[in-house]
């Protein structure tokens, strides 16, 4: 009888379900929507999206409905996926007319606690990006800004090889990048340098990346969770570097960090930031500016240490800047300009292994592409995996080729775009480029290396690791 009663009440709650689907997939009446799948109920396609690669998520529905545009039902949000080139190029033309910004709900439960106490906005107010407004009103991350940053940048990677790699014969490099990554995120976003501080971050900071694109749950052992107890660890830590900044500013050091202008900073009223929403937005900055730039690192390593030509090449370009400086000279700004071909080999280097695999946006307006209606309220995914190995686009694309990207045999136009192109490319571009340099500069210059494990697995799809850690074998110039 116990068995009859389960069984009947499942029956009913499927029955429910899929009629609450029935509805919502007619709910659009006469509109012409894009050819596509929401999936199953309320879940819709999320656990593809999330456990499959995305290349083969998106490359399979653009085969069987359209290369152009597909709907879909990812983490809770009905959505257009606009495809292709020509994708890219409609979605960064028309940011803010038929676009917003918009975070994914685990993201916004990660980086918006503050939301909780606040007042909510009201259905006029826009979407804004917070992060991005806060760091480039005062210009931190333009060209003269970063430029007084880069001797600290450089000097950073120095060290931090000196104490992780220096007489040791064979090494990892991922933990490396992502301890010289935070490290340098902290000091430019927060003006703190205190490595032991720092170095008790750097898994939290894992553990929040994995989370942003997850399914919400507060189980013990799922992604979200261990995300959110992360989050919170770092919360604390940092609301602890803001009253220590405060101290400081109060006592009349120098504010020349990001930190700091978030502190003393006013809206139209007078009112200051709370503490607990500038950690929010710093927390969001220093993700952002960390698992990206690790990611790169990491896989350039590998690429760079499985082809001697490519290295040689990289390093003949790094030894000319090193032998036109004077001993314990730092790099400058001019010297970065000289790094033609080492770009070129970072370029390649994101083609294979996004740091971005795409972000979402909201819809403004109803709005028709490719013959076909997407809704006000929908949200749109953009992502890089429609063309970045595609061979209409790539000569050889399964080939790591640097030289690709010469003048010449450039790809086309929104064909490689790695940070998002329009009014919302990604603010950090020129950070990360400097960042990475800096690292490849001064291990080129020091060491050459052996990737140990040709084929070693590489985990997740929104923060690819290598599953060892990607051992080398260093050998000193």
Same mark, same amino acid.
Request: aromatic share 12%; charged share 25%; glycine share 6%.
């Given at each position: 009888?116990?068995?009859?009663?389960?069984?009947?009440?499942?029956?009913?709650?499927?029955?429910?379900?899929?009629?609450?689907?029935?509805?919502?997939?007619?709910?659009?009446?006469?509109?012409?929507?894009?050819?596509?799948?929401?999936?199953?109920? #309320?879940?819709?396609?999320?656990?593809?999206?999330?456990?499959?690669?995305?290349?083969?998520?998106?490359?399979?529905?653009?085969?069987?409905?359209?290369?152009?545009?597909?709907?879909?039902?990812?983490?809770?949000?009905?959505?257009?996926?606009? +495809?292709?080139?020509?994708?890219?190029?409609?979605?960064?033309?028309?940011?803010?007319?038929?676009?917003?910004?918009?975070?994914?709900?685990?993201?916004?439960?990660?980086?918006?606690?503050?939301?909780?106490?606040?007042?909510?906005?009201?259905?006029?107010?826009?979407?804004?990006?917070?992060?991005?407004?806060? #760091?480039?009103?005062?210009?931190?991350?333009?060209?003269?800004?970063?430029?007084?940053?880069? /001797?600290?940048?450089?000097?950073?990677?120095?060290?931090?090889?000196?104490?992780?790699?220096? /007489?040791?014969?064979?090494?990892?490099?991922?933990?490396?990048?992502?301890?010289?990554?935070?490290?340098?995120? +902290?000091?430019?976003?927060?003006?703190?340098?205190?490595?032991?501080? #720092?170095?008790?971050?750097?898994?939290?900071?894992?553990?929040?990346?994995?989370?942003?694109?997850?399914?919400?749950?507060?189980?013990?052992?799922?992604?979200?969770?261990?995300?959110?107890?992360?989050?919170?660890?770092?919360?604390?830590?940092?609301?602890?570097?803001?009253?220590?900044?405060?101290?400081?500013?109060?006592?009349?050091?120098?504010?020349?960090?990001?930190?700091?202008?978030?502190?003393?900073?006013?809206?139209?009223?007078?009112?200051?930031?709370?503490?607990?929403?500038?950690?929010?937005?710093?927390?969001?900055?220093?993700?952002?500016?960390?698992?990206?730039?690790?990611?790169?690192?990491?896989?350039?390593?590998?690429?760079?240490?499985?082809?001697?030509?490519?290295?040689?090449?990289?390093?003949?370009?790094?030894?000319? #800047?090193?032998?036109?400086?004077?001993?314990?000279?730092?790099?400058?700004?001019?010297?970065?300009?000289?790094?033609?071909?080492?770009?070129?080999?970072?370029?390649?280097?994101?083609?294979?292994?996004?740091?971005?695999?795409?972000?979402?946006?909201?819809?403004?307006?109803?709005?028709?592409?490719? /013959?076909?209606?997407?809704?006000?309220?929908?949200?749109?995914?953009?992502?890089?995996?429609?063309?970045?190995?595609?061979?209409?686009?790539?000569?050889?694309?399964?080939?790591?080729?640097?030289?690709?990207?010469?003048?010449?045999?450039?790809?086309?136009?929104?064909?490689?775009?790695?940070?998002?192109?329009?009014?919302?490319? +990604?603010?950090?571009?020129?950070?990360?480029?400097?960042?990475?340099?800096?690292?490849?500069?001064?291990?080129?210059?020091?060491?050459?290396?052996?990737?140990?494990?040709?084929?070693?697995?590489?985990?997740?799809?929104?923060?690819?690791?290598?599953?060892?850690?990607?051992?080398?074998?260093?050998? +000193?110039?």
């Amino acid at each position: 009888m116990e068995l009859f009663l389960l069984l009947l009440s499942l029956l009913i709650f499927l029955s429910l379900a899929l009629t609450v689907s029935i509805f919502l997939r007619g709910s659009n009446g006469d509109v012409n929507l894009p050819p596509g799948s929401f999936g199953w109920p #309320i879940i819709g396609e999320t656990i593809e999206f999330l456990f499959g690669k995305p290349e083969k998520f998106v490359g399979d529905r653009m085969k069987k409905y359209s290369p152009d545009i597909f709907k879909t039902k990812i983490l809770g949000e009905k959505t257009a996926v606009i +495809c292709g080139p020509s994708g890219h190029k409609f979605l960064f033309s028309n940011e803010q007319k038929l676009f917003t910004a918009f975070r994914p709900h685990p993201m916004q439960r990660l980086f918006r606690s503050y939301k909780t106490t606040a007042p909510q906005p009201s259905a006029q107010t826009p979407v804004t990006n917070d992060e991005a407004k806060v #760091i480039r009103q005062p210009g931190f991350l333009k060209p003269e800004a970063l430029a007084r940053f880069l /001797g600290a940048m450089d000097m950073i990677t120095q060290q931090q090889l000196k104490v992780h790699w220096e /007489g040791k014969s064979e090494v990892k490099a991922f933990p490396l990048s992502k301890t010289v990554t935070l490290t340098l995120a +902290c000091r430019f976003f927060m003006g703190i340098d205190n490595p032991e501080r #720092i170095s008790r971050l750097v898994d939290h900071f894992d553990d929040i990346t994995l989370g942003m694109h997850s399914i919400i749950s507060n189980v013990p052992g799922t992604i979200f969770y261990k995300a959110n107890k992360a989050a919170a660890a770092i919360r604390k830590e940092l609301l602890t570097v803001i009253k220590e900044k405060k101290a400081d500013i109060a006592a009349g050091k120098p504010m020349q960090d990001i930190l700091s202008h978030m502190i003393v900073v006013t809206d139209a009223t007078g009112r200051f930031m709370p503490e607990v929403e500038i950690a929010d937005k710093i927390m969001g900055l220093l993700v952002a500016g960390y698992s990206t730039v690790a990611t790169t690192i990491t896989f350039l390593m590998k690429y760079v240490g499985e082809d001697s030509e490519i290295y040689n090449k990289i390093r003949e370009e790094q030894m000319e #800047i090193a032998n036109s400086k004077k001993i314990g000279e730092l790099l400058d700004w001019e010297d970065m300009k000289k790094m033609k071909y080492s770009w070129n080999a970072i370029c390649e280097t994101m083609r294979f292994v996004p740091p971005l695999q795409g972000t979402f946006r909201e819809v403004l307006t109803d709005f028709t592409y490719a /013959g076909y209606t997407v809704p006000k309220g929908w949200k749109v995914y953009w992502t890089v995996s429609t063309t970045n190995m595609n061979p209409k686009y790539f000569k050889d694309p399964e080939k790591f080729n640097p030289s690709r990207y010469d003048e010449g045999e450039a790809p086309p136009p929104y064909t490689y775009v790695p940070f998002g192109g329009g009014p919302r490319m +990604c603010p950090g571009k020129e950070y990360a480029r400097l960042a990475i340099l800096t690292f490849l500069h001064n291990v080129v210059k020091k060491y050459k290396w052996e990737v140990l494990f040709l084929d070693e697995k590489v985990d997740g799809d929104m923060m690819p690791t290598p599953e060892k850690g990607l051992p080398i074998r260093l050998h +000193c110039h």
